[in-house]
């Protein structure tokens, strides 16, 4: 489907410009949040996906946004902890994939220290 024609039927139905994009391919349970969006300049192609942390190469992150004060807060303790740096870009993603490397080493050690 192109955007056009997603806008056309959002213009026929009158579907507020506002609309939450969600996913169901078929193998999930039940409709999915989106929170990536990859963009392929060569192919002319966006890609829509559920956990953004790595993909295919020549596309690009398109939707950075902040982490949440959550996030940066457990990223901290986890780079005090194992002695490592934090992300030097501050978005979702960098912070999202620092927690995601990590956290197992984290665990182990702060159970190991109680």
């Known amino acids: 489907m192109t955007f056009k024609e997603l806008e056309d039927i959002m213009i026929k139905n009158n579907i507020p410009k506002n609309v939450k994009l969600m996913s169901d391919s078929g193998w999930e349970c039940c409709a999915t949040d989106m929170n990536g969006v990859f963009y392929r300049k060569k192919k002319n192609e966006i890609v829509f996906t559920q956990e953004p942390r790595h993909y295919r190469a020549g596309y690009i992150c398109l939707n950075i946004k902040p982490p949440s004060?959550?996030?940066?807060?457990?990223?901290?303790?986890?780079?005090?902890?194992?002695?490592?740096?934090?992300?030097?870009?501050?978005?979702?993603?960098?912070?999202?994939?620092?927690?995601?490397?990590?956290?197992?080493?984290?665990?182990?050690?702060?159970?190991k220290s109680i």
């Open 69 to 111: 004060d959550d996030q940066i807060k457990f990223a901290t303790a986890i780079a005090e902890t194992l002695g490592l740096n934090l992300p030097k870009e501050e978005n979702y993603y960098e912070y999202q994939d620092f927690i995601w490397k990590n956290e197992r080493d984290y665990r182990f050690i702060k159970k």
